[in-house]
């Protein structure tokens, strides 16, 4: 049951509570968000997900254009869809539609005064803008003669250009080449010194560089929400991989593979490096270094694994799939 | 402390309150329904049909051209059965049928309904944007003609006539775009919402028109008296609608337009033109502003409650 009277809505970024989205009704009924609960505090929030996992939805809900079938959701303590929420929104579509017929300059001035930008200051940061994305050669060009990467930045200044105090940016480096994504991803750390921005993504190295939280949606439902620090470190602890580098890998493995402290080792032929699963983590910490001296190797590496974002994302999309599977 | 006049405008600008409704309805107005050379085409097409309808469709043996029957019978004919109640009807539906599902298509509505601005206001933007361009077309080319006529017949007071014809057109514009901004709202794909006014503009004054004398024959006893078909048949309300302007404000004899459209009819007798009075003509004006308010209003409601993505 919804317990909205219980929590200070203004204290979070966003903050939903069983938001749910259904498209559709009856036997072609469609769940695309699934009663999820977001508290996204201040700083860079990544939402990700698979293609089709109710990223987008959950955005186009926050910003009102899509209905709330069930649940609620507020910005900034303002109910989500509300005008006064859309003010403070500088949205970033997945697709951003642009009007292909103004030029670059009528477009940002236009979406600035939709922003409720007085006419002085909305030309005024269109120039800026346009300076600042390298546009301003095009600026009296139509949108139509510009190049997949220029509507781009065009998109993305036209979320910048308003008064808004929170970004939502769905995909926002999707269709762009790394020169142009870096730069992007530069621009979103900059922009979160001072705001808040709420980022899905399905680029997961991307999000582990900007982001400091993040929540997984498959499904449209949470996977799993917490800072990538505490994701990876949960991760790595569940998993508990060492990998070993010597001078002499094979002659390791041998020795290693008949300890009953070890569950299982195996040499990752990718990197050629030995990978250990430990039953007993104290005990390999203590005979590595023994084995070592006393096969007289030169050790290389020994460390404990930690998965990268994009491995604990495929994992968690795996056990997600199983967990279907059985059910 | 005395200020520059640039400096007092600049100052004066800066605390005008912005309207994102304003904002809206001037750039559908000058950079999507009203783009110059869309402007410029419809003006012409609007012009030069009308004489050209008169000079393949009207016989000259009926027309006199001496005297004021061209207004009766040439002009009045024209504007209302060509220029104003096609042409114009479907350079209206054509600019404002894409509107909204073109936008939701290409995803700048996503744009829009994200910005502090309400579905209500950006669906009246849009609708004020299509009058302003109609009205404007109507008024321009309207213009024109009358000017040329009154410089060719100096004899004959075309003041009524410009009026009759200006709030006919208006009656047509709203009903042509509350259907079409209805139908926009509603269906998804913008070629469907285009297809549909304009094939009902060619169905409603040229194809069932052309068919509409199987229903009358029989004399008295025709089907389209015998079971009321008139009541359903929105020709036959547009021309008693432009009747009950024509009757007051230009106040002529009922003429061959009104026959085609069963406004009138030729008594037997002595082959003069008499009105049939089906219904009244304060009726059929009510009835297709119910009709246009009906389409508006299932479409604003629908855009409202609409999953814009």
Same mark, same amino acid.
């Given at each position: 049951?919804?317990?909205?009277?219980?929590?200070?809505?203004?204290?979070?970024?966003i903050?939903?509570?069983?938001?749910?989205?259904?498209?559709?009704?009856?036997e072609n009924?469609?769940?695309?968000?699934?009663?999820?609960d977001?508290?996204?505090?201040?700083? !860079?929030?990544?939402?990700?997900?698979?293609?089709?996992?109710?990223?987008?939805?959950?955005?186009?809900?926050? !910003?009102?254009?899509?209905?709330?079938?069930?649940?609620?959701?507020?910005?900034?303590?303002?109910?989500?869809?509300?005008?006064?929420?859309?003010?403070?929104?500088?949205?970033?579509?997945?697709?951003?539609?642009?009007?292909?017929?103004?030029?670059?300059?009528?477009?940002?001035?236009?979406?600035?005064?939709?922003?409720?930008?007085k006419?002085?200051?909305?030309?005024?940061?269109?120039?800026?803008?346009?300076?600042?994305?390298?546009?301003?050669?095009?600026?009296?060009?139509?949108?139509?003669?510009?190049?997949?990467?220029?509507?781009?930045?065009?998109?993305?200044?036209s979320?910048? !250009?308003?008064?808004?105090?929170?970004?939502?940016l769905?995909?926002?480096?999707s269709?762009?080449?790394?020169?142009?994504?870096?730069?992007?991803?530069?621009?979103?750390k900059?922009?979160?010194?001072?705001?808040?921005?709420?980022?899905?993504?399905? *680029?997961?190295?991307?999000?582990e560089?900007m982001?400091?939280?993040?929540t !997984?949606?498959?499904?449209?439902?949470?996977?799993t929400?917490?800072?990538?620090?505490?994701?990876?470190?949960?991760?790595?602890t569940a998993?508990?991989i060492?990998?070993?580098?010597?001078?002499?890998?094979?002659?390791?493995?041998?020795?290693?593979?008949?300890?009953?402290?070890?569950?299982?080792?195996?040499?990752?032929?990718?990197?050629?490096?030995?990978?250990?699963?430990?039953?007993?983590?104290?005990?390999?910490?203590?005979?590595?270094?023994?084995a070592?001296?006393?096969?007289?190797?030169?050790?290389?590496?020994?460390?404990?694994?930690?998965?990268?974002?994009?491995?604990?994302?495929?994992?968690?999309?795996?056990?997600?799939?199983?967990?279907k599977? *059985?059910? | 402390m005395?200020?520059?006049?640039?400096?007092?405008?600049?100052?004066?600008?800066?605390?005008?309150? /912005?309207?994102?409704?304003? =904002?809206l309805?001037?750039?559908?107005?000058?950079?999507e329904?009203?783009?110059?050379?869309?402007?410029i085409?419809?003006?012409? =097409?609007?012009?030069?049909?009308?004489?050209?309808?008169v &000079?393949?469709s009207?016989?000259?043996?009926?027309?006199?051209?001496?005297?004021e029957?061209?207004?009766d019978?040439?002009?009045?004919?024209?504007?209302?059965?060509?220029?104003?109640?096609i /042409?114009?009807?479907?350079i209206?539906? $054509?600019?404002?049928?894409?509107?909204?599902?073109?936008?939701?298509?290409e995803?700048?509505?996503?744009?829009? $309904?994200?910005?502090?601005?309400?579905?209500?206001?950006?669906?009246?933007?849009?609708?004020?944007?299509v009058?302003?361009?109609?009205?404007?077309?109507?008024?321009?080319?309207?213009?024109?003609?009358?000017?040329?006529?009154?410089?060719?017949?100096?004899?004959?007071d075309?003041?009524?006539?410009?009026?009759?014809?200006?709030?006919y057109?208006l009656?047509?514009?709203?009903?042509?775009?509350?259907?079409?901004?209805?139908?926009?709202?509603?269906l998804?794909?913008?070629?469907t919402?285009?297809?549909?006014? /304009?094939?009902?503009? &060619?169905?409603?004054?040229?194809?069932?028109?052309?068919?509409?004398?199987?229903?009358?024959?029989?004399?008295e006893?025709?089907?389209?008296?015998?079971?009321?078909?008139?009541?359903?048949d929105?020709?036959?309300?547009?021309a008693?609608?432009y009747f009950?302007?024509?009757?007051?404000?230009?106040?002529i004899?009922?003429?061959?337009i009104?026959?085609?459209?069963?406004?009138a009819?030729?008594?037997?007798?002595?082959?003069?033109?008499?009105?049939?009075?089906y219904?009244?003509?304060?009726?059929?004006l009510i009835?297709?502003i119910?009709?246009?308010?009906l389409? /508006?209003? &299932?479409?604003?409601?629908?855009f409202?409650?609409?999953?814009?993505?």
């Amino acid at each position: 049951m919804i317990q909205k009277q219980a929590i200070d809505t203004s204290n979070y970024e966003i903050w939903t509570q069983e938001l749910t989205k259904y498209y559709a009704r009856g036997e072609n009924q469609v769940k695309a968000v699934d009663s999820i609960d977001i508290s996204m505090a201040s700083g !860079i929030h990544g939402f990700l997900g698979p293609n089709g996992a109710g990223k987008t939805s959950t955005i186009n809900m926050l !910003i009102g254009a899509i209905s709330i079938t069930k649940g609620i959701a507020f910005v900034k303590g303002l109910k989500a869809g509300s005008r006064k929420c859309r003010k403070i929104i500088g949205f970033l579509p997945q697709d951003p539609g642009l009007y292909s017929k103004l030029t670059g300059k009528q477009y940002l001035k236009f979406v600035a005064q939709m922003n409720g930008v007085k006419k002085l200051e909305a030309e005024r940061r269109t120039d800026e803008f346009l300076e600042k994305f390298d546009l301003k050669d095009a600026e009296n060009r139509k949108i139509e003669t510009y190049s997949g990467g220029m509507k781009q930045k065009v998109a993305f200044a036209s979320a910048l !250009i308003g008064n808004a105090e929170i970004f939502v940016l769905d995909e926002p480096t999707s269709d762009l080449d790394p020169i142009m994504r870096n730069n992007i991803i530069k621009d979103i750390k900059n922009l979160a010194r001072n705001k808040s921005i709420f980022v899905s993504s399905h *680029v997961l190295s991307e999000v582990e560089l900007m982001c400091d939280r993040v929540t !997984i949606i498959n499904r449209g439902k949470i996977i799993t929400t917490d800072t990538i620090k505490n994701i990876k470190k949960m991760h790595t602890t569940a998993k508990n991989i060492y990998l070993l580098d010597t001078n002499s890998n094979e002659k390791i493995l041998e020795d290693l593979n008949g300890k009953d402290f070890i569950d299982k080792a195996w040499i990752d032929e990718d990197h050629n490096i030995i990978n250990i699963m430990p039953k007993d983590t104290e005990a390999l910490q203590k005979y590595i270094p023994e084995a070592i001296i006393k096969n007289n190797l030169l050790l290389r590496k020994f460390y404990q694994k930690e998965s990268t974002l994009q491995e604990i994302f495929l994992e968690m999309m795996n056990e997600e799939g199983e967990e279907k599977n *059985v059910n | 402390m005395s200020i520059s006049k640039s400096e007092e405008q600049i100052e004066m600008e800066s605390v005008k309150k /912005v309207f994102p409704s304003f =904002i809206l309805f001037k750039k559908t107005l000058f950079n999507e329904v009203g783009t110059l050379p869309k402007f410029i085409w419809a003006i012409i =097409i609007m012009f030069l049909l009308g004489p050209l309808f008169v &000079i393949i469709s009207i016989n000259p043996s009926l027309i006199d051209y001496s005297d004021e029957s061209i207004f009766d019978t040439g002009l009045g004919f024209v504007y209302l059965m060509l220029t104003t109640s096609i /042409v114009f009807s479907i350079i209206i539906s $054509v600019s404002t049928a894409p509107m909204i599902s073109f936008e939701i298509r290409e995803g700048t509505m996503l744009m829009l $309904v994200s910005k502090p601005i309400s579905r209500a206001n950006i669906f009246l933007s849009k609708f004020l944007a299509v009058f302003t361009f109609g009205f404007l077309i109507n008024l321009i080319s309207l213009s024109i003609t009358c000017l040329l006529t009154y410089a060719r017949y100096p004899f004959y007071d075309v003041l009524p006539f410009f009026l009759v014809i200006l709030v006919y057109s208006l009656i047509i514009l709203v009903f042509f775009e509350c259907l079409t901004m209805g139908l926009s709202c509603i269906l998804r794909k913008p070629r469907t919402v285009l297809i549909i006014p /304009v094939g009902f503009i &060619i169905f409603l004054f040229l194809v069932f028109l052309m068919f509409k004398p199987l229903l009358l024959l029989g004399g008295e006893t025709n089907l389209y008296e015998k079971y009321h078909l008139y009541i359903f048949d929105l020709s036959y309300h547009f021309a008693n609608a432009y009747f009950l302007l024509v009757d007051n404000l230009l106040n002529i004899e009922p003429s061959l337009i009104f026959v085609m459209y069963n406004v009138a009819e030729y008594d037997d007798g002595f082959g003069n033109i008499v009105y049939t009075n089906y219904v009244s003509p304060i009726f059929s004006l009510i009835l297709l502003i119910s009709i246009a308010v009906l389409a /508006v209003s &299932i479409g604003y409601f629908y855009f409202k409650k609409r999953d814009i993505s």
